[in-house]
Structures are given as C-alpha cells and as structure tokens.
C-alpha cells in the first residue's frame, strides 16, 4: 500500500532553483487529470470544436495560481508580441495566399479545406490561439507528443516577471475578446473566406492608394519617402510593363498648337484621369444657361483642368523661388510661342506658366520621365526656365529635409530625457532615411561650355536677391561669353575684313551663332559640380553661418567648381564625364580603375539638348546612363541608417527621373529613352507634328525635280547595307559612265561616309571629302577643285555641315545618301544650287549655271522620323507603306 501511494504523489524537480521555484508556485504537488489537460492541447493542423471554450481548455489550473507568473502568462505575453507584428506579415500573406489559395482548394477535400481557411483565417487576423499553439507546439506530432509527455518544469527554469491577479485576469479577459472578435469558434465555410479575404485585400489596396504618391499633396516632400518595390525577377524588372503601363494621348488643343502631341502614362495618367473627373463634377453644378457650343465647352473645360493640373504641385515649391518666379517668368509669357495672347497678363494663378509650361510642369513636378521633342529656338527660353525652377526646387527641398534631421538628430542625442532618446529607434529607421549612397542628386548633360553657362544663369536669376554665388567670376571667365576683340586690339585689322567675316557668319545662321559665334564659349570638354546651401543668411554681400530657427527670405549659397563627392548637381558634357569615369584619358571602359560611385544616388537625369549631342557621340550619352545608380564600390563614408530604402534595395533607377529634351525625334533618342526610363510614376511624352505646309521641303527656293526612292530593307540592321548596296548597284555605275560632274553626295553618318570612300576608291572614281575631321587646307583645296570641275564628286557629311555650314559652290546634282537629321539641311543643301556661279568648267569653258540640276534623296521606312520633317506626316505615311517605291516633288 506504501509503494502504490508513494507512486500516485508525483516527485518533486530537481535543482536547487528549480525546487524553489516550485515551492512558490505549489504546483508539482498538486493532483490532477493528465488526460484533461492533453485534451487541451489542439493538433497542429486542426481547428477547435466549435463553440468549445478557450479559457477552460487550455489551462485547467489556472485558478489555483497564486499570483505568480506562470508559463501560461509568460504565454499571453508572447501572444501579445506576436499580435503586434501580424500586421507587417499580412501585405506579405495576401500575395501568396492569392497564390495558393485555387490550388489548397483544388487538392484538398471539403473538410480539410474548411479547417485550413479556418486557420488561414485565424493566422490572418493574429488573433486565434489555435494558431498560435501550433506555432509553439510545432508543426511535427512526434514532437508535440514528447513536450506532452516531459515535465513541465523545463519551461519553468526561464525568467519570470511577476504580475498580479488582476492583470492575468486583464490579459485573460483580452484573450477572449480577442477569440470572440476574430470568430475562431466559428465554421467559416470555402465562400465566406474567399468573399472575406477578398475584402481585405481590397482593404489593403485601398489603404495603399491612400498612401501612393499620386495622392501626396507635395510631391516633391513625397518623393524622399517612397518604399521599396517588390522583389521583381529580371525580365519585370527591365519590362516594368505592369507598373508603367501603356500610355495614351491626352487633350492639348486647348492650350497649345494643334500639332503637339502629348502622351502620358502610369500614375501621371491616372491623375490626369482623376482631375478630368474632379473638374467634370464640378463643371456639372454650373447653371445651364448661355452655354457654349460643345466643342468650345470641351476646350475651355481642358484648359481649366491644365491650369489646375500644373498650379496644384506649385503651391509646394520653395518660397525663395515662389516669390522670383513670377517676375522672372514674365518675358517668357509675353513672347510665348505656344500660348495665347491673354497670357502675358500674370494676375491669377492660371498665369503662372505659359501653355508649354503647363504641359512639361505637371510630368515633371511629379517625377515622370519626360521626353520632349518638340524644342525650338522660340520656346527654349520657357523650357529652360522650368526645369531651373524643378531642379532647383527637388534641390532645395532635399537639403531642407536633411539640415532639419540633422538638427532634431543632435538634439534627440544631446538630449538626457529618455523618451526623446527613444525616438530615434520607437518610430523606425525610415522617419530619417533622407539621403543616397552619395550626396549628388541631379546630373545635367550639355554639349557645351556656353550651353551650361546659359542655364547656371537661369538659377542665379531665379534665385534672385537670395543667390550667394562663390566662384562666380571664375565660371564667367571659364564658361562665359568670350570676347575676340581683346585678341585681335594689337593686330590692325581693317574694317573689310570685318564685314566680311560678318557676312559670313550670318550665312551660317542665328542657330548656328548661338551655339558656334565668335563669342561663344563653344568647348565640349567640361565637367564643374555645384553645391547649394540653404538658410543662410546674408550680411554685406558674405556668407554667414546657418540660421536655423530662420525661414524668411534667407538666402541660399551657391558654390560652383566644387568636389563631385560634396556638391548637389553635375553639370558636365558626355565625352568630359565618360572619361572621367572611365578610368582611362582615351574614354575606355576600365572596371578596376572606373570611378562611378558620385552617380549612384541620382535623382534627376537632364539630358538638354540632345539634337545637338546627337551630332557630337551618342554613345558617351549611353555609357553615363549605364552607369546611373549602380550599388558603390566604396562605403567607407556611407551612413546607411540615412540611406533612402529603395537605394539599399537597388531600385534607384526606378525611382530616378529622365529628362530628355531635342529639337527633333530621333531613332537613337528613343531608343535610349526606352531603354533608361524605368520610373514607375509613368511617362510624359510632348512631340511635335509636322504639317504638310510646316516641311522643311517648302523651303526649296530652286526649280528642280526632287526624287525620293525608298530602298527595300526588313530589319534595321539591314538597312545601311541594302542603303549602299543600291548606291553601288544602281547610282555609282551611271555617275561613272556619263561622267557626270558637280556632284555633291551628302552623307549624315560618319560610318556610312567611310563605306561609300571604300566604295569610290575600289571603282577609282575622281572625287574629294570634306569631313568634320579634315585640315582647313584640305577642305579648301577640294571646295576648289570640286568648284573648277577638277573633281567629279565631292563627300559632304552631316556632321561637317553642322558644325561648319560650309556654302559648296559648283555643285549642280545632289544626292542624299541618307535623310539629314536636323530638317533645315535638306533645303539648306539643295538651295546651294543658286549661288552665285560667275566661274566656268576648266576643261570645256562651260558655264556651270546653265547646266541641268538634279536631286535623288534613299530612304528606308525606318527613316519615317527624318521624312516627316522633310515632307510632313501624310505625305511621309504615304511614302513609307505604299507599294510604289519612287516619289517626286517639284518646287
């Protein structure tokens, strides 16, 4: 009888800590059924019987405790951790949920599907203790089976916190409001959860749109705070189709030319989409009376709806450029090209921008990428001067953001109240994530020195009385107007000379004087950084020290020629920035010695001037862009607590914004635009289309017959074969048999002018080049052979054209081995055939005026960009599909 009582008292733990424990608890001694509490136990996998209480199947001990904390409460405080997590797992849960969810159904039956939906659903609102037994019994039953059956007091060795019985009571009674809010006593049958998970998700999606960027009221102050993407694999990551969409044309008639085009795309579209909505349910509250015809109502409601487009992200821009804008907008908005008569009048906030303005600043104040095509001389001034005001502004506001982080930072640090040292970690790392790997944030590419001293110029006016400029006198002596009169005071030159140098460059043309005069800075080897300070106050034309608690007119420091690593924008020309990335002084690509990481964090991406880049190397142009971005090398002075999330992610490119500005659409400029613009905001396309009465052919001044031959070719690769394929099967054999003279061959591509040179040299033909790359003796030399009729042919490339404007005297017959890029070459070329021609053949004293003209232009229908210039769109779309390969114009 001894032994069989001895065996029903259960022993007592071992260890000294263990017993003392035990002895507070009084729990090892005490009776009870060890089959009640397995059955307390759930199986992993399983839901509860519905309608079972919770509280009396778990812990059927729990009122014989004596205040102390116990396993159990040690378990609802775990419970609570756990709660406050779920919501950070659930965005994750609802996309593989979305996943698996027709499949479980599919391979599971009816009851094993409710059970899993039941579970799915208690782990999803983080509330059911079956889910959470499951995660701390574990997954396996043999291992639930063995912690079953070993002694309990192995969880009892931890360390306890001590509670009091009225907050285990507390906890217990949020347990069951917990178990009764989240339903896990209830059969949620396959319907029911589809419906409800459903409903949250769109919860989620909802709650997202709340937080996308397209709903930020300042655009500028939401672009430092966007999340990282999803983790994408490699082709959605280089498609991005999904998050940029296709793009369609938006209404533009209202407020520009007829012949702009303008196309947007992703979240831009949408919130065009949105304010096209917004101002039609305003427009239906309107009286009904004296209401204009539909058409007219149509424009005026579009032209509301730009003006509100483009005024709401101004109320957000910087009140040092606010208060500048105006007064430094209203040249542009007197002589707008685009715009209406009204528009030089600057009352009301519809006049803050001209009509182009409207229609670039919404794209860019947003963050879209834009692509503008539609550049001329006319509208320059107003395109430079808004994206001065949008660089300056992302700028400012960038420096803004990290100078008040800083300053609450050393604050929080300095501080000796516990609760403000906490902040720094309570609310989260991403409260002060402002920067990138480096500090540069804009990237500015222009072909020349005269290019970047206009627009550093346009900031400084911009900036006002604000500006404090260092380095301002070297930048004017460095990349200012140059003054050749200096130069020349020693050498006595007469005044015939003069004028005849004038009239020379006025043949060249005003384009071709604003970019290649006599006084202009026309160097194309630059690279300067420049850095801007704001809040700093200006005291006798110094800088003084930061004030910081000042936010009236302070003024902003602008120092040029500063280090790349400490400055805020580059601006640099393509060839000057590829060589000083590449490594090397030959501009080869040299990964070891290559040092790309000042372009790592590059927010804003300008590409100004791209028809006049085009002509310099457009490969530099994609070799900078390649390098945009990229994880650095170098980390030794990176604060990553500061780094913006999506640059640790390695997202920055889709977050980075590409401004591509040209004259003209170009095959290579949209290839690169496809190729670099990957945000996500969407795209802003604004091209322009050429009339039939606006082609660069109407200006032909000569009465000749103009043919155009289209060459046959299935594939872009082909076509610069087939193009010389039928020069050298159809035009050269002809030039050589009648021995024609006065030939002029205007080639655009350097590469093609090397395979027709082959060309003519195998078939010992008699002709001189005039390239970009020849002596100023050679060029003279074959002009006048070409002139006296000593050579038959004369090689004019495009690349020459531009930037010399020679006037080829003696040519009598053209041909255009291809379509010149810039449209006004084509007239340009073939009105040199009525110069003034005084001179005669020196073989046969033939007067070189009187002999017939002639002008044979190849294309291909991938030279569709080129042919509309020249002949406009509906000639040009009728010469590219039609079957007839052979078309001529007659002036």
């Given at each position: 009888m001894g032994a069989k009582s001895k065996s029903k008292v259960k022993k007592g733990p071992k260890g000294k800590k263990a017993r003392a424990k035990a002895k507070l608890e009084q729990v090892w001694g005490e009776a009870f059924d060890e089959d009640v509490r397995k059955a307390s136990r759930v199986r992993a996998g399983k839901s509860r019987t519905p309608g079972k209480k919770v509280e009396d199947?778990?812990?059927?001990?729990?009122?014989?405790?004596?205040?102390?904390?116990?396993?159990?409460?040690?378990?609802?405080?775990?419970?609570?951790?756990?709660?406050?997590?779920?919501?950070?797992?659930?965005?994750?849960?609802?996309?593989?949920?979305?996943n698996r969810k027709e499949d479980q159904y599919a391979s599971s039956d009816e009851s094993s599907g409710e059970d899993d939906s039941d579970d799915d659903t208690n782990e999803l609102n983080g509330g059911s203790f079956s889910t959470l037994l499951k995660r701390i019994s574990g997954p396996k039953k043999s291992q639930r089976e063995i912690a079953l059956d070993s002694d309990d007091d192995a969880s009892d060795s931890d360390e306890d916190s001590a509670e009091s019985d009225s907050e285990s009571n507390s906890s217990e009674e949020s347990k069951d409001s917990d178990a009764e809010m989240d339903g896990s006593g209830d059969d949620i049958s396959e319907d029911e959860f589809s419906s409800k998970d459903e409903e949250r998700q769109q919860e989620v999606l909802d709650n997202q749109q709340k937080n996308s960027p397209s709903a930020v009221n300042d655009p500028y102050e939401a672009h430092f705070s966007k999340p990282p993407l999803p983790q994408l694999d490699s082709l959605q990551s280089v498609q991005m189709v999904p998050l940029t969409g296709n793009d369609r044309k938006v209404p533009t008639a209202s407020i520009t030319n007829s012949s702009v085009d303008v196309h947007m795309s992703g979240a831009l579209l949408e919130s065009w989409d949105l304010a096209m909505a917004n101002s039609t349910c305003g427009d239906n509250t309107a009286p009904n009376n004296e209401k204009p015809p539909k058409k007219k109502q149509g424009n005026i409601h579009a032209k509301n709806v730009w003006g509100d487009f483009a005024s709401a992200p101004y109320q957000h821009v910087r009140e040092v450029l606010a208060r500048n804008w105006k007064?430094?907008?209203?040249?542009?908005?007197?002589?707008?090209?685009?715009?209406?008569?009204?528009?030089?009048?600057?009352?009301?906030?519809?006049?803050?921008?001209?009509?182009?303005?409207?229609?670039m600043y919404p794209g860019l104040s947003r963050y879209a990428d834009v692509l503008v095509t539609s550049e001329s001389r006319q509208n320059r001034n107003e395109v430079d001067s808004i994206l001065s005001m949008h660089i300056l502004n992302h700028v400012l506001t960038s420096r803004t953001r990290v100078q008040r982080h800083n300053r609450r930072i050393k604050e929080l640090t300095n501080s000796d109240d516990n609760t403000a040292k906490h902040e720094l970690t309570d609310e989260g790392d991403d409260k002060w994530r402002d920067q990138g790997y480096t500090r540069p944030k804009v990237l500015i590419l222009l072909p020349t020195r005269g290019t970047c001293w206009q627009i550093v110029q346009k900031m400084i006016q911009l900036l006002g009385d604000a500006a404090i400029v260092d380095n301002g006198d070297r930048f004017d002596n460095e990349y200012g107007p140059l003054n050749p009169g200096d130069a020349d005071d020693s050498d006595d030159e007469d005044d015939n000379a003069k004028a005849r140098r004038a009239a020379v460059l006025k043949q060249k043309g005003v384009e071709w004087n604003e970019l290649f005069g006599d006084d202009v800075n026309n160097d194309d080897d630059f690279k300067m950084g420049m850095s801007l300070t704001p809040n700093v106050v200006k005291s006798a034309g110094k800088k003084k020290t930061k004030h910081a608690g000042y936010t009236g007119a302070?003024?902003?420091?602008?120092?040029?020629?500063?280090?790349?690593?400490?400055?805020?924008?580059?601006?640099?020309?393509?060839?000057?920035?590829?060589?000083?990335?590449?490594?090397?002084?030959d501009g080869e690509d040299d990964e070891d010695e290559a040092d790309v990481d000042f372009l790592s964090s590059i927010d804003i991406c300008l590409v100004a001037r791209g028809d006049v880049l085009l002509m310099q190397n457009w490969d530099h142009v994609n070799g900078i862009l390649n390098s945009l971005n990229q994880q650095p090398k170098k980390i030794t002075d990176i604060d990553f607590s500061r780094v913006r999330n999506y640059f640790l992610e390695g997202q920055g490119a889709h977050w980075r914004q590409l401004i591509v500005v040209s004259q003209f659409t170009d095959p290579y400029i949209l290839s690169t635009y496809r190729r670099h613009a990957k945000n996500i905001e969407g795209q802003?396309?604004?091209?322009?289309?050429?009339?039939?009465?606006?082609?660069?052919?109407?200006?032909?001044?000569?009465?000749?017959?103009?043919?155009?031959?289209?060459?046959?070719?299935?594939?872009?690769?082909?076509?610069?074969?087939?193009?010389?394929?039928?020069f050298?099967?159809?035009?050269?054999?002809?030039?050589?048999?009648?021995?024609?003279?006065?030939?002029?061959?205007?080639?655009?591509?350097?590469?093609?002018?090397?395979?027709?040179?082959?060309?003519?040299?195998?078939?010992?033909?008699?002709?001189?080049?005039?390239?970009?790359?020849?002596?100023?003796?050679?060029?003279?030399?074959?002009?006048?052979?070409?002139?006296?009729?000593?050579?038959?042919i004369m090689l004019y490339t495009g690349r020459a054209h531009f930037f010399l404007r020679h006037k080829i005297k003696g040519a009598r017959h053209v041909i255009f081995f291809g379509l010149p890029e810039h449209s006004e070459f084509y007239p340009a070329v073939v009105n040199m055939f009525i110069e003034e021609l005084s001179?005669?053949?020196?073989?046969?004293?033939?007067?070189?005026?009187?002999?017939?003209?002639?002008?044979?232009?190849?294309?291909t229908k991938f030279d569709a960009h080129q042919l509309e210039r020249i002949v406009g769109l509906s000639h040009a779309m009728r010469m590219i599909k039609a079957e007839k390969s052979s078309y001529m114009f007659c002036s």
């Open positions: 199947a778990v812990d059927p001990l729990s009122n014989r405790r004596r205040g102390v904390a116990t396993t159990f409460d040690k378990f609802l405080d775990r419970k609570e951790k756990y709660d406050s997590g779920v919501q950070q797992r659930q965005r994750h849960f609802y996309h593989e949920r979305k007064s430094f907008n209203k040249p542009v908005l007197k002589r707008s090209s685009m715009g209406t008569e009204d528009e030089a009048s600057d009352d009301g906030p519809g006049k803050l921008f001209s009509s182009f303005q409207s229609v302070s003024g902003v420091n602008m120092k040029l020629f500063a280090d790349f690593y400490r400055s805020d924008i580059i601006l640099a020309s393509p060839i000057a920035l590829q060589m000083a990335t590449s490594g090397n002084e802003l396309k604004i091209r322009q289309k050429v009339s039939t009465d606006d082609a660069s052919i109407c200006d032909v001044m000569v009465r000749v017959k103009q043919v155009f031959q289209r060459v046959s070719c299935q594939t872009v690769s082909e076509a610069r074969a087939n193009r010389l394929r039928y050298s099967d159809n035009i050269l054999p002809k030039l050589i048999r009648l021995k024609q003279r006065h030939t002029l061959i205007y080639i655009p591509s350097y590469f093609d002018f090397i395979a027709v040179r082959n060309l003519l040299l195998k078939s010992e033909a008699d002709f001189v080049s005039v390239t970009e790359y020849a002596r100023v003796s050679e060029v003279s030399r074959g002009r006048a052979r070409f002139l006296q009729g000593r050579k038959s001179s005669v053949d020196g073989d046969d004293d033939v007067d070189i005026s009187r002999m017939p003209m002639s002008c044979l232009s190849l294309f």
